[in-house]
């Protein structure tokens, strides 16, 4: 069954780097566009980044800019995400997120809390 399982979430300092995962099975990662994306209590969900299929060009929101890193591991068949110097209004649950063409596929989420 198609599955995307996010994973790597915590609680950290501000300042400090965590790297999330988003394994993915029942499909190939290396066919899709894959996107990050965070929702925080109360608020909307956003965009975080994205990276092409294949694997190439990234794209980030100004937010994030300078601080994350997309990146692919098409023979793990798993997406990461690199936070560093996290503040604390990165605090949220993130999303990983799959597309091509028709298909939308979404993570169930982890919970990222940047706290001192």
């Known amino acids: 069954q198609v599955q995307l399982v996010e994973s790597g979430g915590g609680l950290v300092q501000p300042g400090g780097s965590l790297r999330l995962s988003c394994a993915a099975s029942?499909?190939?990662?290396?066919?899709?566009?894959m996107s990050w994306y965070r929702q925080a209590p109360g608020k909307e969900r956003e965009f975080v980044g994205a990276?092409?299929?294949?694997?190439?060009?990234?794209n980030y929101a100004d937010s994030v800019k300078g601080r994350f890193t997309i990146s692919r591991d098409n023979a793990k068949n798993t997406v990461y995400l690199q936070m560093n110097g996290l503040k604390p209004e990165d605090t949220a649950v993130y999303y990983c997120?799959?597309?091509?063409?028709?298909?939308?596929?979404w993570g169930q989420g982890t919970q990222v809390t940047v706290s001192s």
């Open positions: 997120n799959a597309v091509k063409f028709l298909h939308h596929y």
């Open positions: 029942g499909f190939t990662i290396s066919s899709y566009a």
């Open positions: 990276i092409v299929i294949g694997g190439g060009s990234t």
